[in-house]
């Protein structure tokens, strides 16, 4: 039993004088001290031996798994004290923390994407941001674009009304803007012509929900008002702009189409994007879409605005940045640009 130990002894010393890592000197520490360690079952034999040879033993015993263990600890400090000094020469380059390096990048919103190259579009034309409210009054909204209250045309934009009477307003005359033409007017008494402006931003609509229909959505529209605009420049603006944004060959179309505020008013067609003209499930066979509401602006329309229509012309033209999206990047459902959805947004 006594060279038992010896024997231990003399092996360990020299493996853990021959270490040359923390790793290393653990894995020896387990060999011997561990669960079924050679120190730790050493003991079990000694109940075979002598009370004698007991007397002998156990002091030895308890003396080298002493020595055994400084030997490791002793070990272990040189070893660290190796690895600092051969890091005091390093260069430390900095490399992102975990934290750092799992943030995740964010993006724009797809509509805003879209939206920002509408803008750039039309600022190379000298065309300038003109904010209109939210919140608005039927007025605005309505009264003043020729949509007098009870006139049939109301019938085009489902509105949310707002309790205005706690406001002390009469009821019926607070809404949320149905349209971002609400700024039309606004615009004629602040500015005067010749103006160009561009109104954009969130409108809402009592809609009956759909994958076509929002009751929040986005609208982007443009002013232009001075001498001698006509319809040409309505077909122009349509084209350059169906071509910033889907494309080179995208042709405008204008048809004939009634909005109170314009006249004559058009419904303005970009040429299928699918299918180029041909016909396709898409454009239900006509080789066009409907993508925009434009027209010459009212003669009334203007006085109400204070512009003189023996004098000025204008030009109104609307757009729905997110049907204009849902056509780029192949979006079938309006819903899934406001839903927060971040395996939808994450793809744009
Ligand atoms: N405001 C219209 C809508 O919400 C869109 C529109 C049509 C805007 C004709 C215009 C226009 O400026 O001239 O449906």
Redesign the pocket.
Known sequence: MEDKIKNIQQDYKEKIDQAKSLKELDGIFLELFGKNGKLDQLPKEFKNLSPDKLRVVSPLFNQIKQELEKAIQRKREEVKEEIYKSLENEKFVRQPGRLQAKKRQGHLHPTTQLLNETIELFSKLGFERFDAPHIDTDEYNFELLNIPEGHPARD??DTLYIDSEKYGIQPGKLLLR????NGQIRAMRQLKPPMRVMIFDR?FRYENLDARHEHTLE?F?I?YIDKGVSMANLQYLSEYFFQGILGKDIKARLRPKY?P??EP?AGVDGLCIFCKGKGCNVCGGTGWLELA???MIHPQVLKNGGIDPNEYSGI???VGPERMAMLKYGVEDIRLFKSGDLKFLEKY
């Open positions: 085009l934009w149905t349209h971002t033409s409108c609208q529209e002013v909005y505020f314009v008013g509401g434009a027209g109104a033209w609307g």
